[in-house]
């Protein structure tokens, strides 16, 4: 039977449509596309705007000229999404969205990121600071007597490691904690 | 085989360490509460690492328990992305 794809909508998305039939099937598309919808006279020679391919069920909007001999991403046959997606693991699905073009696909992409790594700083910093101002809080602790005495810098910088000490601990490790979430959202299993 | 997310493994490690860890620090420290009379001082070692253990009782409570939460809903979407393109694709 002689493949008729209804020239409103984009042959890739109707049943009976297979990548070997793509010469055929462009064809059909150009043929429709000429003779269902005229051009506007303003938009002749403009440029297509995007090369997202067209949404099925969807008619198309205008007759812009399409360029037949460019090789469209468009025009490429779909492979099957669902044997890709299954090969990775649920972990690895939720970096999807995030990946940029370039980035490497095995281990985790953001190992040379100055952001992170000034994270990374900040993250052993604060527990470093935390441990330092609570234990030099505590070791000047029976230096001078509590009672009596008004306060002094040093006082006042006591309490505050006192204060700042315990926060301090807890967000340094959260942020360590947090940078390693990040690591295991944005892994992908090595090809 | 499916390969496992080695940061989830570690992840589960840390959180666990720091829950057990925690505890188990704040276990130490209150073997030193209320020494007898005439109880020698344990020494500036045990004395920087009272002062450790109690700075970190806490904060390793919290981020150990927040990061096995965090975990458990990273599990919970994860299964549920799954659940979603198995009853898309079946």
Same mark, same amino acid.
């Given at each position: 039977m002689a493949e008729s794809f209804d020239p409103r909508f984009d042959p890739r998305f109707q049943p009976g449509y297979s990548p070997s039939s793509k010469s055929a099937s462009r064809a059909d598309r150009r043929t429709a596309e000429n003779e269902t919808v005229p051009e506007k006279p303003g938009e002749q020679g403009k440029p297509k705007e995007s090369g997202v391919p067209d949404e099925p069920g969807k008619p198309k909007?205008?007759? @812009?000229? @399409?360029?037949?001999e460019t090789p469209k991403k468009s025009d490429v046959p779909d492979e099957p999404e669902t044997s890709k997606k299954s090969d990775i693991p649920d972990e690895a699905d939720e970096s999807k969205e995030s990946d940029e073009p370039g980035e490497p696909d095995s281990g985790s992409p953001d190992e040379h990121d100055p952001f992170e790594r000034t994270l990374w700083v900040v993250a052993i910093a604060l527990v470093v600071g935390g441990v330092v101002a609570a234990y030099w809080a505590n070791g000047i602790?029976? !230096?001078?007597? !509590?009672?009596g005495t008004p306060w002094t810098w040093q006082s006042i910088v006591q309490s505050s490691g006192w204060a700042l000490s315990s926060p301090m601990i807890t967000i340094g490790l959260a942020l360590a904690v947090g940078l390693l979430f990040r690591r295991a959202m944005t892994w992908r299993p090595p090809k | 085989m499916r390969k496992r997310n080695p940061w989830i493994g570690l992840l589960w490690g840390i959180g666990i360490a720091l829950v057990a860890g925690g505890y188990a620090a704040n276990f130490w420290l209150q073997t030193f509460y209320y020494p007898p009379p005439g109880t020698p001082s344990p020494g500036p070692v045990v004395v920087f690492l009272q002062d450790l253990a109690d700075n970190f009782v806490s904060p390793s409570l919290y981020v150990g328990f927040g990061t096995i939460a965090g975990l458990l809903f990273l599990h919970a979407r994860s299964r549920k992305r799954t659940k979603k393109s198995v009853d898309s694709h079946g």
């Open positions: 909007k205008s007759g @812009v000229p @399409v360029e037949p602790n029976y !230096a001078q007597s !509590a009672i | -």
